[in-house]
Every structure is written in structure tokens, then in C-alpha cells.
T-cell receptor
Framework: KNEVEQSPQNLTAQEGEFITINCSYS?????LHWLQQHPGGGIVSLFM???GKKKHGRLIATINIQEKHSSLHITASHPRDSAVYIC??????????FGKGTKLSVKP | NAGVMQNPRHLVRRRGQEARLRCSPM?????VYWYRQLPEEGLKFMVY????????ESGMPKERFSAEFPKEGPSILRIQQVVRGDSAAYFC????????????FGPGTRLLVL
């Protein structure tokens, strides 16, 4: 069964903290996406990666293909980073399979 | 360059009515995807369309749900005879070419069935 597991489910941090959100999947994939869902509900695609590491501003995404694991890091977190972060994977030619999301709350 | 647009943003229907959700992809994008997010659950794939073609509808409920992406105009997700369990957020995404590419999401339509 193709599954995507995220941890933690909920995360509360103080402004300025370094944050890590994890995503594990069950079988080989062709690509992994990290998405951000704002409190208002809109979804933004943050990264798509199939190997290595990508960085955009304070966000860093890494993937370890052998271990079937990806992490999303946020450096110098800010209250505006508060959102639900969703990991989604694509198995071969299939469609996106989504994790349940990690709800991040950054306190000032 | 406008992003993916969906309308309406909120839709209230009574049981048994029809719901029509519209999605206009980003300019230049010919691939559209519909996803459903049930309350307290993750996003689930419903259907993948290109212009005038349904490519993959493996995530669509077998009854009452249909989708189209005509040559002209937006993609439409149609739900007939809605039930309370259809209450959810419905998201549309688009990509320029194949589904291997980054998908850009619309703001979603929140459907509430009374």
C-alpha cells in the first residue's frame, strides 16, 4: 500500500526557532512535494524534489531516497510561517498521494 | 499572470441539489487536477484532465460526480444530488504539461451541504 506519514502532527514553536517537519513514504517514488496551506485554506507549492536538497529563502527541503524520507526545515521561524505543511508524493506515473499535514504554530 | 482561479469560493447547497465548481487554470496550462479535502482529513486525488479529455478518474466516486474540461472555458466538477458527506473543500490545480511537473493550486471551493 502506498502511504505517506508525516510527523509531528502538531508543532508549536517560539519565533526564531529552527523547525523540522518529517515525511516518510512506503515505496519508491518519482517525486516529492512540500505544500503550505494557509489558515485561510489556500495552498502554495513550496518545493518539488526527487533527490538531494533545495533551498528557498528560509526554507530548506531534503530527501533521502534510500531511506524513503524527506524533511522540511524552517530557519529563524516567524509567526507568519504558521500554517499546515503537507508532504505529497508521486509514485511512478501515478497521482499525488498526500500526508495528513503538520500544523505549525509559531508564537511571537 | 493570474494564478489558478476557482469559483465560487463558498457554496451552500441543500441535500439533493446540484453543485457546480469551476476552475480556470493558469494561462498556458492545459492539465487540470481536482482534489478533495474532507474535514480533518488530508487531500485526496479525484480526477486529472487535459483539454477535452479525462486522463485519470480513479479517485472519483462512481456515482453523482463528473468532471469536464472543454476546449473553451473552465474545468467543471459537477456533483449531482449532493449529500452531507460531500461537504468538503475542493481544490483545483494546474500544470503546464504532464503531471510530473509542479502543480499550482487554486484557492479552493468550500462546499457545505445542509
Amino acid at each position: 500500500k502506498n502511504e505517506v506519514e508525516q510527523s509531528p502532527q502538531n508543532l508549536t514553536a517560539q519565533e526564531g526557532e529552527f523547525i523540522t517537519i518529517n515525511c516518510s513514504y512506503s515505496v519508491g517514488i518519482s517525486a516529492l512535494h512540500w505544500l503550505q496551506q494557509h489558515p485561510g485554506g489556500g495552498i502554495v507549492s513550496l518545493f518539488m524534489l526527487s533527490s538531494g536538497k533545495k533551498k528557498h529563502g528560509r526554507l530548506i527541503a531534503t530527501i533521502n531516497i534510500q531511506e524513503k524520507h524527506s524533511s522540511l526545515h524552517i530557519t529563524a521561524s516567524h509567526p507568519r510561517d504558521s500554517a499546515v505543511y503537507i508532504c505529497a508524493v508521486k509514485f511512478s506515473q501515478g497521482n499525488l498521494i498526500f500526508g495528513k499535514g503538520t500544523k505549525l504554530s509559531v508564537k511571537p | 499572470n493570474a494564478g489558478v482561479m476557482q469559483n465560487p469560493r463558498h457554496l451552500v447547497r441543500r441535500r439533493g441539489q446540484e453543485a457546480r465548481l469551476r476552475c480556470s487554470p493558469m494561462k498556458g496550462h492545459s492539465h487540470v487536477y481536482w482534489y478533495r479535502q474532507l474535514p480533518e482529513e488530508g487531500l485526496k486525488f479525484m480526477v486529472y484532465l487535459q483539454k477535452e479529455n479525462i486522463i485519470d478518474e480513479s479517485g472519483m466516486p462512481k456515482e453523482r460526480f463528473s468532471a469536464e474540461f472543454p476546449k473553451e472555458g473552465p474545468s467543471i466538477l459537477r456533483i449531482q444530488q449532493v449529500v452531507r458527506g460531500d461537504s468538503a473543500a475542493y481544490f483545483c490545480a494546474s500544470s503546464q504539461r504532464q503531471r510530473q511537473e509542479t502543480q499550482y493550486f487554486g484557492p479552493g471551493t468550500r462546499l457545505l451541504v445542509l
